[in-house]
């Protein structure tokens, strides 16, 4: 059974850090995009960052220069750094794997295999 399991958020004030981890079981996605998106209420799921299968990194453009999202095949893990935090940073955070190997996108209907989520919360 493919799983994964998102971990590392909390409660955080402005400008803090937080490290999310996202464990992937089940089977291996390194020919696959890894994603992280995040969603607030009322809201759809909106792209956060992408990896690629050859390391290749993808971020919205509120989060540029203060996330790095990064990943370990070996482990089947994917993590993303999270500093500088700002209040609109408040959400669930997902992580979900590329449907198609080999490729890249921003649209959370190409991924796959979601996590239950991870609270991120940015107090000020």
């Known amino acids: 059974q493919v799983q994964l399991v998102e971990s590392g958020g909390g409660l955080v004030q402005v400008g803090g850090s937080l490290r999310l981890s996202c464990a992937a079981s089940g089977r291996t996605f390194s020919r696959n995009a890894m994603g992280w998106f995040r969603q607030t209420p009322g809201k759809e799921r909106e792209f956060v960052a992408a990896?690629?299968?050859?390391?290749?990194?993808y971020y919205t453009d509120s989060v540029k220069g203060r996330f790095t999202i990064s990943r370990d095949n070996a482990k089947n893990m994917v993590y993303l750094q999270m500093n500088s935090l700002k209040p609109e940073d408040t959400a669930v955070y997902y992580c979900?794997?590329?449907?198609?190997?080999?490729?890249?996108?921003?649209?959370?209907?190409?991924?796959?295999?979601w996590g239950q989520g991870t609270q991120v919360t940015v107090s000020s």
């Open positions: 990896i690629a299968w050859n390391g290749g990194t």
């Open positions: 979900a794997a590329g449907r198609t190997d080999y490729s890249v996108s921003y649209s959370p209907g190409m991924y796959h295999n």
